[in-house]
T-cell receptor
Framework: GENVEQHPSTLSVQEGDSAVIKCTYS??????FPWYKQELGKGPQLIID?????GEKKDQRIAVTLNKTAKHFSLHITETQPEDSAVYFC???????????????FGQGTELSVKP | NAGVTQTPKFQVLKTGQSMTLQCAQD?????MSWYRQDPGMGLRLIHY???????DQGEVPNGYNVSRSTTEDFPLRLLSAAPSQTSVYFC???????????FGAGTRLSVL
């Protein structure tokens, strides 16, 4: 079945360094790839997303890249700050699952820790 | 803006008990979903709804029931709780099938 693998499961960086989280998906028909940030005790919140007609998208310190041939996409956070510490989830969606509107397959999550 | 509201935030049940997790959204979203979150497994889809009166099963539906009588509400029912249902449950909604999903704050459930 559909699957999304996410690595690493934990990541620790110094404040100001960059962080990279990678995901690989199995369903080649997937065309929507969101990234969610989950702070302690809260629900996931969308931070950036990308669709398959775009190879890269950037929003201030956050960027996402997509390689459809290799079926993987990555989240890049530059100039990390302590408030970036959270669990990050990638996800993939196949629009051909028409009647399953918005169905997302999530990765396992990455716990990012930014040390001051 | 309330967004997606889940109640209760915490719940402890005994094996065999039943309960309903409530989810309400005030954004007039057609699509609503329930996920469970377990350590190392990300979020897994339990049930979803594409509109009032329409529901369907997700990846892990066993032991759970849902209904969607209104656009706003999408309750999740545990008919006979089991320890394997100990988890954090999230409700999400989106305007359309290709739109951003908004999550509630979650319900942390323990079944003893």
């Amino acid at each position: 079945g559909e699957n999304v693998e996410q690595h690493p499961s934990t990541l620790s960086v110094q404040e100001g360094d960059s962080a990279v989280i990678k995901c690989t998906y199995s369903d080649s028909a997937s065309n929507y790839f969101p990234w969610y940030k989950q702070e302690l005790g809260k629900g996931p919140q969308l931070i950036i997303d990308i669709r398959s007609n775009v190879g890269e998208k950037k929003d201030q310190r956050i960027a996402v890249t997509l390689n459809k041939t290799a079926k993987h996409f990555s989240l890049h956070i530059t100039e990390t700050q302590p408030e970036d510490s959270a669990v990050y989830f990638c996800a993939a969606s196949n629009p051909l699952n028409y009647n399953q509107g918005g169905k997302l397959i999530f990765g396992q999550g990455t716990e990012l820790s930014v040390k001051p | 803006n309330a967004g997606v509201t889940q109640t209760p935030k915490f719940q402890v049940l005994k094996t065999g008990q039943s309960m309903t997790l409530q989810c309400a959204q005030d954004m007039n979203h057609e699509y609503m979903s329930w996920y469970r979150q377990d350590p190392g497994m990300g979020l897994r889809l339990i049930h979803y709804s594409v509109g009032a009166g329409i529901t369907d099963q997700g990846e892990v539906p066993n032991g759970y029931n849902v209904s969607r009588s209104t656009t706003e509400d999408f309750p999740l029912r545990l008919l006979s709780a089991a320890p394997s249902q100990t988890s954090v449950y999230f409700c999400a909604s989106s305007y359309s099938r290709d739109d951003i999903q908004y999550f509630g704050a979650g319900t942390r459930l323990s079944v003893l």
